[in-house]
């Protein structure tokens, strides 16, 4: 019985030391990160199409954290933005990071793609913007209709010619929009501070009597993070 008191124990131990490292001092640490100045909540429409982003499993081919280290070093190269730090993502609960990259990250894509036409094409036959591209098509956020039939509240899309048929129209439904204004509103180009920096702010709000905590620095995978900070 001795053994088996001792097993028991020491399973228990090694789980409250995991969860402490893993779940408890990341909380302690990032708990009062405020939000960047730039960064703004998002709106009611925005949300709904966050939500459409998670049903449509868009994260299980693109990631939201562009990295600095490792393979990560190219996506600055490419524009992809700076390496994401805490802060940027105030306002996501949870937060989508994604860990496959079939597709681009998209962390920045509102900066790197602003036009709500492209968008919306992209997503009815993204092969009718990227010839070889293997994401699926989602033309049930559309409306496929005859030209004639449109009416005047239609948001009717842009699309490269020979898409439809010369006397069809794709109209944007509802979550086609929600989905695009989320897409658009994704832009985390401004500058972020880095740990030190962030370490020191805390410090002063901790000082001036505010929620902040010394412990608030950015996390230490950001250790990047000077390099790129314009
Ligand atoms: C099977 C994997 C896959 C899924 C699922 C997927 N995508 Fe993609 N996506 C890609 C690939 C590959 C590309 C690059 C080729 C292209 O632009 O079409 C891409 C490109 C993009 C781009 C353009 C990125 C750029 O830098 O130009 C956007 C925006 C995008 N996807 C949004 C979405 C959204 C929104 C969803 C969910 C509704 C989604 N994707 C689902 C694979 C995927």
Known sequence: MENEL???GGAMVTL??????????PFMQ???VPAPAALKPYTGQQLRGRDIYVGNGCMTCHTQQPSST???????QRGWGRPSVAADYHYDAPPLLGTMRTGPDLFNIG???PSADWH???LFQPRAYVADSNMPAFPFLFEVKDKSAVTSTDRVVVLPAGTVGYDQAVVARPEALDLVAYLTGMNHTYPALTPGEAALA???RARSGGAGSATSAAPANNKG???VVK
């Open 6 to 8: 001792k097993l028991l």
């Open 16 to 25: 409250a030391m995991a969860t402490s490292a893993m779940v408890v001092v």
């Open 30 to 32: 990032l708990k009062d």
């Open 70 to 76: 490792g393979a990560g070093r190219a996506d600055a």
């Open 111 to 113: 900066a790197r793609q």
């Open 120 to 122: 919306l094409g992209h």
């Open 202 to 204: 805390a410090q002063a």
């Open 225 to 227: 993070a000077q390099d």
